[in-house]
């Protein structure tokens, strides 16, 4: 069983690019979610996909957008990066079952480290 | 909107003795799930432990088991027999039953000495 992957480990911008992060999920999964965990933080919910749509968001501005592929697997993009926007970046993967929401244990991925300059 | 806290940035054991991470939740739902994560200095969250709100029985996984007092919303997590390899930073998270919103605690780190 193929386990979460992200790509790349890291990663360094500058203020106003625009950046990609990538994700796997695991074999059997449908379901992705993107976390950003600021250093010495738990992780913040961004958003998570299910069936190539977004299905839930957490408090983050529009220039965070995310996409599903027919594969499973998940970019989050982010325009307009900002400093504050240098995190460790997380994505998980569950299955869900019918749309069903709390019965879905989430497997993380471990992680992309973005600095923004 | 639900909080989680964990109320012990750091926390220290003995090789082989038991150690008890808190962590304290606010809501106002009644179906939910608590987790335990525990993230390496490799970063990657492992689910150490998964607890459905709607059973009364404590959750245990080998040597990780919890006290889920639900009427006190507290969610605390004991590692009994420590070992060198269960130093990480540990994450206790709220997983409502009705959206797709987890919520983790800020961590506790702890640290293992031999």
């Known amino acids: 069983e193929t386990g979460v992957t992200q790509s790349p480990t890291h990663l360094i911008k500058t203020r106003g690019q625009q950046v990609t992060l990538r994700c796997s999920s695991q074999s059997g999964h449908n379901t992705v979610s993107w976390y950003q965990q600021a250093l010495g933080q738990g992780p913040q919910f961004i958003f998570q996909?299910?069936?190539?749509?977004?299905?839930g968001r957490g408090n983050f501005p529009p220039r965070f957008s995310g996409l599903q592929f027919p594969n499973y697997s998940s970019e989050l993009n982010v325009n307009a990066l900002e400093l504050d926007d240098s995190a460790l970046y997380l994505c998980a993967s569950s299955s869900k079952r019918g749309g069903s929401t709390g019965t879905d244990t989430q497997y993380f991925g471990p992680g992309t480290r973005l600095t923004v300059l | 909107a639900q909080t989680v806290t964990q109320s012990q940035p750091e926390m220290s054991v003995q090789e082989a003795e038991t150690v008890t991470l808190s962590c304290t939740y606010d809501?106002?739902?009644?179906?939910?799930?608590l987790f335990w994560y525990k993230q390496p200095p490799s970063r990657q969250m492992i689910l150490v432990i998964r607890q459905e709100a709607y059973k009364q029985q404590n959750a245990t996984e080998n040597r990780f088991s919890v006290n889920f007092q639900k009427a006190a919303k507290s969610f605390s997590l004991k590692i009994s027999d420590s070992q060198l390899g269960d130093a990480a930073m540990y994450f206790c998270?709220?997983?409502?039953?009705?959206?797709?919103?987890?919520?983790f605690g800020a961590g506790t780190r702890l640290t293992v000495k031999p």
């Open positions: 998270a709220y997983r409502s039953a009705y959206n797709n919103d987890m919520r």
């Open positions: 809501t106002s739902e009644s179906d939910y799930y």
């Open positions: 996909y299910y069936r190539e749509e977004e299905n």
